[in-house]
């Protein structure tokens, strides 16, 4: 950090260190758009970490800021925790070789937000 910049911590929530198998498509970004047949499949990553606001990715593509994604994230001996995020932000990490991808949740269950609080401790 330059000298004199003020950092300030945006986020909401705690976040851990977690690493999840993530599985994803992105979504028409609208009703008219014709996805085009990349965007069709689901593309399985890993998660670098979460909250019960969203988590960051470790991907290979880039991701448009605003795009919606459809998540399925494995949380071990459960059912995946399906949800919807958007893509907020998305910046390479030239050292991985790859992007880091940070995600809002848009929907989440009440009982997904408590499966993500045990995570958390």
């Known amino acids: 950090m330059a000298q004199g910049e003020v950092y300030i911590e945006k986020r909401k929530h705690r976040r851990i260190n977690k690493k999840l198998l993530v599985t994803y498509k992105i979504m028409a970004g609208d009703e008219y758009e014709k996805q ?33 994604l459809r998540l399925d994230i494995k949380l071990a001996g459960d059912e995946p925790l399906a949800t919807f995020a958007e893509v907020r932000w998305c910046r390479r990490d030239e050292a991985m070789k790859k992007f880091r991808i940070g995600l809002e949740f848009l929907v989440i269950k009440e009982d997904h937000i408590n499966i993500i609080k045990k995570l958390l401790g």
């Open 36 to 68: 085009p047949p990349e965007l069709e499949r689901k593309r399985s990553v890993n998660s670098e970490d979460i909250s019960i606001s969203g988590l960051q990715l470790i991907c290979d593509e880039e991701l448009k800021i605003d795009r919606i």
